[in-house]
């Protein structure tokens, strides 16, 4: 899979190219369900999507995930953010960091979620 990814990268033209075929190649691969490149907004102290693949079915429009010390900030992506590592759910039924879209990622069969977070430097 890194390998196929990797190989689809190098003759990608921008930013946005390369997100759509990471998200593409793993999105639409067993086992993953869906993946999705976001990029943290200070402005809005929350993560704003930029390119999703797979069974999203409108998952991204229906969850907010914050910067912060809510709910909303403490799953696996926020943490990934303010940690700058890997973050793991791995049962979103009855991990309690993941309360607040639970029900979005049951709707769509998610069963676990995990935030790698892409750092320069």
Known sequence: M???ILRSLFDAGSREEIERRV???LGTSDPHRM???GEYS???GRIVPRASAGREAGYLDDIE???DESDAGRGPAGRAVDTRGVQVARRVTDDPSF???REA???RG??????VPIVSG
Do not use: F, N, T, V
Request: glycine share 4%; aromatic share 12%.
């Open 99 to 101: 309360g607040p879209w």
């Open 2 to 4: 890194i390998r196929s």
């Open 65 to 67: 995930i914050r910067i």
């Open 23 to 25: 998200c593409d190649r």
């Open 35 to 37: 993946a999705w490149i």
């Open 110 to 115: 998610y069963e676990s979620s995990a935030a």
């Open 42 to 44: 200070a402005a809005e």
């Open 105 to 107: 990622a049951l709707e």
